[in-house]
Nanobody, 125 residues
Framework: QVQLVESGGGLVQVGGSLRLSCAASGSILSFNAMGWYRQAPGKQRELVAGITTGGTTIYADSVKGRFTISRDNAKNTVYLQMNSLKPEDTAIYYC???????????????????WGQGTQVTVSS
C-alpha cells in the first residue's frame, strides 16, 4: 500500500509563498492523477489543483494564476507552489490520488481513497 506524506506547510504573511511537497512511498506512474485538496475550519474539503501523469492540470478558480501544481515522476513527488498567499488560503492541505477526465466538455478531478495526513498552511495578515 502506497503512502503519501505531505510537507512544506507553515506560517507565512500575506503575499508570501510556500511550496508543498507530497512524497509517495512507491511509484506514482500508475496513478491516473494526483491532486491537492484543502480544508479550512468549519468548511468542506475542496479541490485546489490536480495533475495527470502526462502533466495536464486543473485548478480551482480561487487559486488560478497564483498556485502551480507539478510532479516529478522520478522522485515520486507532487508539488504545489503557492504564491501571493491570502488569509483565505489558510487550511490543512491534503495530497490525494484520484482520477481525471472530461464530462460534458469540462475537465474534472475525482478524488480517490488514498490521502496523506495533511500539512497546515496559515497565512497571517
Amino acid at each position: 500500500q502506497v503512502q503519501l506524506v505531505e510537507s512544506g506547510g507553515g506560517l507565512v504573511q500575506v503575499g508570501g509563498s510556500l511550496r508543498l511537497s507530497c512524497a509517495a512511498s512507491g511509484s506514482i506512474l500508475s496513478f491516473n492523477a494526483m491532486g491537492w485538496y484543502r480544508q479550512a475550519p468549519g468548511k468542506q474539503r475542496e479541490l485546489v489543483a490536480g495533475i495527470t501523469t502526462g502533466g495536464t492540470t486543473i485548478y480551482a478558480d480561487s487559486v488560478k494564476g497564483r498556485f502551480t501544481i507539478s510532479r516529478d515522476n522520478a522522485k515520486n513527488t507532487v508539488y504545489l507552489q503557492m504564491n501571493s498567499l491570502k488569509p483565505e488560503d489558510t487550511a490543512i492541505y491534503y495530497c490525494n490520488v484520484g482520477s481525471y477526465g472530461y464530462s460534458s466538455g469540462s475537465k474534472y478531478y475525482a478524488p480517490g481513497s488514498l490521502w496523506g495526513q495533511g500539512t497546515q498552511v496559515t497565512v497571517s495578515s
